[in-house]
């Protein structure tokens, strides 16, 4: 049977530590709450870049091995997104996002959302919402994305 001196002490020490095991959820919980924002945050950055078509921006943004599968099914790389933005054969008039949640898992993280996009493609002006999924890497202190699905929402 614990004295009542011991029984105080035992008492103290669970309640120390169930304030830390607390305190560690919640900084775990903060820091995870900070890295989606920086996903969010490079989403948002390229939705401005592409609307400026500041290729630049766009290519620190998505790694080399980059691939997209349209709203049409089709295979699409970096390459042929930095070439038709530069070469004004897309050109984005506007980009909203709605609805982004992101899930970070290490070095990886999924994003999803709905976008709102308007613009011109080869001169043909194009509107409306996809759904859609990309997958970032984190890699030298920066978050690329590294692949995209996109479902059109007609």
Not at 8 to 33: G, M, N, P, W, Y
Not at 104 to 119: E, F, H, K, P, Q
Request: aromatic share 6%.
């Amino acid at each position: 049977m614990l004295t009542p001196t011991l029984s105080r002490h035992v008492a103290r020490k669970a309640a120390i530590v169930a304030a830390l095991t607390v305190s560690c959820a919640a900084a775990a919980r903060s820091q995870a709450s900070a890295l989606e924002d920086s996903v969010r945050a490079v989403e948002q950055a390229r939705g401005r870049a592409l609307v400026s078509a500041d290729t630049t921006a766009l290519s620190r943004m998505i790694a080399d091995e980059f691939v997209e599968i349209s709203r049409l099914g089709q295979l699409r790389y970096k390459a042929d997104n930095m070439r038709e933005i530069a070469s004004g054969d897309l050109k984005l008039t506007s980009v909203h996002y709605d609805s982004l949640v992101v899930r970070v898992y290490g070095d990886v993280a999924v994003l999803r959302g709905i976008a709102d996009n308007n613009g011109t493609y080869r001169g043909f002006p194009f509107t409306g919402k996809i759904r859609y999924m990309r997958v970032f890497a984190r890699r030298d202190g920066r978050w690329q994305a590294v692949a995209m699905q996109q479902t059109s929402m007609q």
